[in-house]
């Protein structure tokens, strides 16, 4: 069942990803990478993190992608043009060389290391917690609430009127 | 909990969706879609962050997937109001219309 289910979510997400890169049209590829990214909120669940699957939903699916969606409406995005840009097809053939290169590479690496999954492993929102919020990472934690608001600041200052 | 894990086959797809994010990054032509490509790529880094937490048996990797989504907000917001900008200024989302400080 579980098995089952992971590779469903797999192949939705690799769908969804190939989608989002085939589309001409922008507004379909952020649908598309939202129906990956619940596809992911799924294979985190399986893997036992429940609070990382919640995120998923509510921080990726939910605000980024909205974000991503409403630009695309203010802006009225329109097809993309098919003019081939400078460099052209060359580049991109270029391009699928080395990230072939990079994904042979790390694909060989992993295809032969075995990684079985801790006998123990509890990921509950409780413990996420109690690590989230210990001495280990508190100040990680509180710099990015300070991350966050220079990032609505600059937000509201580089999308202004009259930047 | 006796769930049958899939760390091996969850990296393998972190390293697919890597992938098809670096192929989008250089083959779309479109600002929006580049930076959708990049949100791709950072999903199969915390795939594959998440996957070995669950192959190490310790959550240091789940609290990296965390602030690895703060970052993805913050970068999100930020890009998306200089796409703001730069169509402003442009009218076009176009990558290659945006060159000026070629040198």
Sequence with gaps: MDQALFYAAAALAVVGALVVIGQKNPIYSAFALIVTLCSLSVIFGLLGSPFIAALQVIVYAGAIMVLFLFVLMLLNVKREEDVPGHGGRAMAGVAVVLVALL???????????????????????????????SPHFLYVFEATSILILAALVGAVALAKKDA | MGEPAFVHQAVLLSLVLFAIGALGVFLRRNVITVLMCIELMLNGANLAFVAFSRAAGTLDGQVLVFFVMVVAAAEASVGLAIVIALHR??????????NVMKG
Excluded: C
């Design chain 2, 89 to 98: 200024h442009k009218d076009t989302l176009d990558v290659d219309a945006f």
């Design chain 1, 103 to 133: 994904a042979g590479q790390a694909g060989y690496v992993l295809w032969n290391t075995t990684l079985a999954p801790a006998p123990a492993f509890d990921a509950s929102t409780r413990r996420m917690s109690e690590i989230l919020f």
